[in-house]
């Protein structure tokens, strides 16, 4: 029986879950969630298990703008850098119209920073509409999708915005 040196298996195995990773972010995987920072809205396969980042952040705001979804959060810290993401499921809940869960992440990286700190953050959400406009054979021009917003960690709805193109 031939046996293979323990990092040749790990390798082998890193790279079975970085190109088998149940969502549609290129090269973003379960285990690589902690990681992920992008202007855009990544779209989640929803069978995929969700545990990116949901270290504590507020939404004070939320709106969009053309494409374009402007958060404005405030969270503690001040020592180290923090990392935002936001995720929708690859599905929409039927109703006029349509609805999609927006999840913030937030990675504090270990900071226990005192100071309030408030940031905006923008995030591009026409892959949502590209989605939408597949899903619904959309004329490509037209269209309405209500963004369920939730704060790190929380299965509540915290806000919700219209989001029309």
């Not at 992008?38 to 969009?64: M, R, Y």
């Not at 109703?95 to 100071?115: F, R």
């Amino acid at each position: 029986m031939k046996t293979f040196p323990l990092h040749i298996t790990t390798i082998s195995l890193f790279f079975f879950i970085l190109f088998d990773n149940g969502c549609e972010h290129p090269g973003l995987t379960n285990l690589q969630y902690q990681f992920a920072e992008s202007n855009s809205v990544i779209i989640l396969n929803p069978f995929a298990v969700h545990n990116f980042p949901v270290d504590t952040a507020k939404i004070d705001t939320a709106f969009v703008s053309v494409d374009t979804l402007v958060l404005t959060i405030s969270y503690r810290g001040g020592y180290t850098k923090h990392q935002f993401a936001v995720y929708s499921d690859s599905g929409f809940f039927e109703s006029d119209p349509v609805q999609s869960d927006i999840w913030l992440s937030h990675q504090a990286n270990g900071d226990i920073g005192k100071t309030v700190i408030t940031q905006t953050l923008q995030f591009d959400m026409s892959p949502l509409k590209r989605l939408y406009q597949k899903e619904y054979y959309n004329d490509g021009i037209h269209g309405t999708i209500i963004l369920d917003i939730h704060e790190p960690g929380s299965n509540d709805i915290t806000t919700f915005v219209y989001y029309t193109f």
